[in-house]
């Protein structure tokens, strides 16, 4: 194992911890201001990569695509909340997890009804095709980079966003409390549905920069999903900052663990045996992290309302 | 007299010989049409319906469901076909594990099944049934093909597949024949769709090749992300994970790649002809290897129909048996354990008229069965 080895896993880790960041900040602003399980967040996250996918062949670049991938996101996530979400906020969280998957199933067989079933094609842009020499003789993806810029700028923004604007500072107040900020005459619904269009475009973002790796198919936000809960739930509901430690910590273990725990494993069994069961046990190693950091900290690392 | 008996022997012989050809059969087609997977199950209803239209041939009626790539709807399809459709005979099943589930249960009750795709090793060695035929391979095969092509090609392999079953019997099949230097054996996650980590192993192991078997999206994302990585040592996989379904979606990423296939559009005979272009003409879309092995179902199903009547199952299997088709992959014949001995190739990705598509290189196995057969008594 050469340090640029471990180098290249640490930047794996982080990318994948920036991906999830984008979902998990959408997601957690959502719980955080109206209280909402939003299970559809996948779906929006499907819907930025098909946006990009179908722009970016018919306009052949792929900046274009990534711009409607925001705003097709952010404008299904704004109906979204016009026309369902907005019932739900008095309702129990059972209720809005049904209605929220009913709205996955709606938006995977609308979008295979429209696309069909076949996976789309999107690629890298020219521009960060290929990869860049790292120290230690290693090699890196240009792209992988360039999404880790693109996360850190978009955690810098929404820090900045939330703490330093008229709007952050609404979104604030109504995480604190809903009925006094509408009775100061702030226009809860509108403050509620840009919240959620901003999650949204965030979602999307993130389903488009994915969609270059990876193949753009009905039903791929909801892998993505299930880890946007799990580091929403560790880094503490309502918290973007929680949400960016979160995320970092889930990409890093468990990109580390699939690239140790088969190592670690083979020092006492043979090698043919070590690496099913290696697999197995990196693939539980986010969820042992979850379980052992709610045992210490119930509320997640960085809950919003202490 | 003589004239009356004649004309009654020759009446007598017409109607029941029309009798036996117009018996009417009723397929049970349960695949997948939606979900992920649903490209799969697409290719192959098309491809079962396409030898149906070609024939011509008015006495069978296909009666479709989706089973959502779930074992448990399968199963519940499976029972209310056989039940209350009244199918003669099952078939379309994509996924091993669902084959699993519904097959036993099928043949149990004296229904036909006849595999378009998965072929897991439970059911071709002991557990092997009269009323099962598979129309495809058996699932260790592609990988062995591999195998043994890589042992002229490379001298020490990273070899990865899912940690699941099929996952597990693709490295024991390319192990099965590949007697060079393993550099590394990896298992991901099924559904995996980040190879990040899995690509700077490769990059750090020092192999000359990777045998990759991961099919439908997961072989789209680990090809993207590996003509990213820089890694330049060559790929080479099973061919349905490099199938038509997945091509274009994958792209110029996928250019050079071998993959092996008991089928390839190009193969050079009559029936292939006929298949692809009637293919491309109904859908408007090249065929996969899905496709195909549906097609070659349905032929089977076809052919057996004018040789026997549905109403006598031993019978009818007997004349599966002799798989007296045309198959667009030329030879085609049923071992013991009624799954085909085939021709193995090893294809290359390629572009043609901007379509990227597979190009045999090499024949790797000529008249391939498979590892269990020996084990299959009945």
């Known amino acids: 194992m050469t340090f640029s080895l471990v180098l290249e896993q640490l930047l794996n880790g982080v990318q994948l911890g920036v991906m999830l960041f984008l979902m998990a900040a959408g997601l957690t602003l959502i719980f955080g201001v109206m209280g909402l399980i939003n299970l559809a967040h996948g779906s929006l996250y499907m819907v930025g990569a098909f946006a990009c996918a179908v722009v970016a062949a018919a306009t052949g670049s792929f900046w274009l695509g990534l711009a409607a991938s925001l705003a097709f996101a952010a404008a299904a996530g704004a109906l979204m909340e016009v026309v369902v979400i907005r019932r739900l906020y008095g309702r129990d969280h059972l209720d809005q997890v049904l209605a929220t998957f009913a709205l996955i199933l709606i938006f995977s067989e609308g979008t295979r009804w429209v696309f069909g079933s076949f996976p789309l094609y999107l690629d890298i842009p020219q521009l960060l095709q290929g990869a860049v020499p790292l120290p230690g003789g290693t090699a890196y993806p240009l792209y992988r980079l360039a999404i880790i810029v693109t996360g850190g700028l978009v955690a810098i923004g929404l820090t900045l966003l939330i703490s330093r604007t008229r709007l952050g500072m609404r979104i604030r107040a109504g995480e604190s409390d809903r009925e006094m900020i509408a009775a100061l005459g702030v226009d809860i619904r509108t403050l509620y549905t840009l919240v959620f269009a901003l999650g949204s475009a965030l979602a999307g973002l993130a389903g488009a920069m994915v969609g270059a790796l990876q193949s753009v198919q009905v039903g791929m936000g909801e892998p993505i999903l299930i880890l946007a809960f799990v580091v929403i739930v560790i880094g503490g509901i309502g918290s973007i900052k929680g949400a960016l430690i979160g995320a970092l910590l889930v990409g890093v273990v468990d990109t580390m663990g699939r690239f140790l725990l088969p190592q670690i494993v083979g020092l006492f069994m043979s090698s043919a045996q070590a690496g099913p069961v290696g697999g197995a046990i990196a693939s539980m190693l986010i969820y042992l992290l979850m379980a052992a950091i709610l045992a210490i900290k119930p509320r997640g690392l960085f809950p919003a309302q202490a | ?378």
């Open chain 2, 1 to 378: 007299m003589k004239a009356i008996l004649k004309a009654a022997t020759m009446a007598l012989a017409l109607g029941s010989s029309t009798l036996a050809m117009a018996e009417p059969i009723k397929v049970g087609l349960i695949t997948t049409l939606s979900g992920g997977g649903a490209g799969l199950g697409v290719d192959t209803r098309d491809g079962f319906m396409l030898a149906i239209k070609q024939s011509g041939n008015k006495d069978i009626t296909v009666v479709t469901e989706d089973d959502a790539q779930k074992p448990e709807l399968a199963v519940q399809i499976a029972d209310k076909m056989i039940q209350s459709d009244n199918v003669d005979i099952l078939t379309g099943i994509v996924w091993s594990n669902l084959l699993m589930a519904v097959v036993p249960g099928a043949v149990a009750q004296g229904k036909l099944y006849i595999s378009t795709n998965a072929a897991p090793a439970a059911l071709a060695g002991e557990k092997c049934d009269p009323l099962y035929f598979n129309a495809a391979y058996q699932n260790d095969n592609l990988h062995e093909a591999m195998g043994e092509y890589a042992n002229k090609v490379y001298k020490k392999m990273f070899i990865m597949a899912p940690n699941y079953p099929a996952g597990k019997d693709s490295l024991t099949g390319f192990k099965r024949y590949y007697k060079g230097e393993l550099a590394k054996e990896v298992y991901t996650q099924v559904g995996q769709t980040d190879y990040a980590a899995e690509i700077a192993q490769i990059r750090a192991s020092g192999a000359d090749g990777v045998f990759v078997f991961l099919p439908g999206g997961m072989g789209i994302s680990f090809m993207k992300q590996y003509a990213q990585s820089g890694v330049k040592i060559p790929v080479i996989g099973p061919g349905f994970s490099f199938s038509q379904d997945v091509l274009p979606a994958i792209g110029d990423a996928a250019l050079g790649v071998k993959a092996s296939g008991q089928w390839s559009k190009d193969l050079d005979n009559e029936a292939n002809k006929k298949f692809v272009a009637g293919f491309q003409k109904e859908y408007n879309r090249l065929p996969s290897l899905y496709a195909l092995q549906a097609y070659d179902a349905a032929q089977l199903i076809l052919s057996a129909s004018s040789k026997a009547s549905i109403k006598d199952v031993k019978a009818f299997a007997a004349a599966l048996n002799k798989a007296d088709i045309q198959s667009p992959r030329g030879k085609f014949k049923f071992n013991n354990n009624r799954h085909p001995i085939q021709d193995i190739y090893v294809t290359e990705v390629v572009k043609e008229n901007g379509t990227l598509t597979n190009k045999i290189v090499e024949k790797v196995f000529t008249d391939h069965g498979d590892a269990y057969a020996k084990d299959c008594k009945k």
